[in-house]
């Protein structure tokens, strides 16, 4: 399978270009109507940046011609990386973008992961509807309540920025809550590991966009979402969860601007003290994907919100974001025996900052950055209190099609998700060296 993938990115990148023009020349290879454009599908498919922005990016590629009226773009993508990682506490592997059991049962691991193979459907109808459905076969799954191959994410958009700022969309896509971003090539930040918001079901979100600012809100059902949404009333319909969001930019002259946004989300699954991955390990109340059930099972509602800074300039950029519970998480606040409260209980949450630098390496665009997160869990001096991320990474930017990366990372502490009381050890530290690529037509 890693074979026939890694054939396919290759033949990608010869067929991007070979097709890739400027935006204002027709895509003759494939007719008027059939396009390719590795920038469209550099931001749709990227997972590190402009998760939540891409309702936004489409209307506003509409509005400036990238896309244009009746047009089917086809996109596809590769990424994958050589994992080589190191850890002081055998089996205890805690880097963010790989599950625990997928790293091996001793002190050192070295892996060639396929993080995300795909492609992209971008289509438009007239001056008003746009589709975008991402389709991707990942080894970054769990294994036997998910299949490698997915339909991510599939959504209509209804709204034309040339008339009207206001625009509906709907179907199975990320939620627009915070930004959930990193600038270092692969690995997820700890905000965007534990707050990414992913429906599984269709959500309906209505917003408006100007330009210097937008606003959104989002309704979705109660179910468990792919990613961190999920209600204490799983049954109920749409509208029983939902996000808002507001985002503003400021621009200050000469290529800067600053952008800020706050986001809320009604209810995740920090709710409750029973941490399964899936539906299906929902419904089983058993591993796999979940722990042991609790003896004593405590839910209510939690919420998120969340706020972020962007300051960009053409050489550099600077962000920081944060996301905190609006209550306790009951897994890391109550004895899972018991029931008892812990002293001493906090909230969850995670910082993360991070920047980013441009500069020239072999003749060739390339970005260095540095990442840093933390995240508070529960209780201080308990094994399930903190942990800290680091990351430096570097990615040059071969062609439109290719790009190598580099990334380094220092882990802090081993608090995966599910049997957080079970089996975490805040002093596990663990060094991981990355060398990977990112592919696109």
Known sequence: MKTILL????????????????????????GRHIRVDPALTAQLADTQEGLTQDVAFLLRARQSGQIDPNTLTLGG?????????????????PILNRFPDQHGSGEENSDFVINAAGLTFTGAVGDWLTGFVHTEYSEVT???????????????????????????????????????????????????????ALADEPVLELGYIADTWRVSATAATGERMLRTGYSTDRDGGLGT????????????????????????????????????????????????????????????????????????TPRYDFAVEYTRSTDVWSATGFDTDTGQAFDGNRHLDALTVMGRYRTELLGHDTDLSALFSHT??????????????????LEMHLTPQLDLGMEYVFNDGFQPFVGIQDV????????????GIKARF
């Open 142 to 196: 769990f294994t036997r309540d998910q299949n490698q191959f997915q339909t991510r994410e599939y959504y209509a958009v209804l709204g034309n920025l040339d008339v009207f700022g206001g625009y509906l969309a709907y179907g199975r896509k990320t939620i627009d809550f915070g930004e959930q971003f990193g600038y270092n090539p692969f690995t997820h930040s700890i905000n965007q590991h534990f707050f990414w």
């Open 7 to 30: 054939t396919t990115a290759a033949l990608a990148v010869a067929s991007g270009a070979a097709s890739a023009q400027d935006h204002d020349v027709e895509y003759t290879a494939l």
């Open 77 to 93: 993508f590769f990424k994958g990386a050589y994992f080589h990682e190191t850890t002081d506490t055998a089996g205890k592997f």
């Open 241 to 312: 969860n939902f996000a808002l969001k507001a985002e503003r930019r400021f621009d200050l002259g000469d290529d800067r601007a600053l952008r800020v946004s706050a986001s809320y989300l009604h209810d995740t699954i920090y709710n409750n003290n029973f941490t399964a991955h899936t539906v299906q390990a929902v419904d089983r109340f058993s591993p796999p994907n979940a722990p042991r059930p609790p003896l004593v099972y405590i839910e209510y509602r939690t919420g998120l919100w969340d706020i972020a800074a962007e300051y960009t």
């Open 424 to 435: 975490s050890l805040s002093g596990v530290q663990s060094n991981v060296g990355i060398v």
């Open 376 to 393: 508070t869990l529960g209780p201080d001096n308990t094994e399930f209190d903190e942990a800290f991320q680091h990351v430096l990474g």
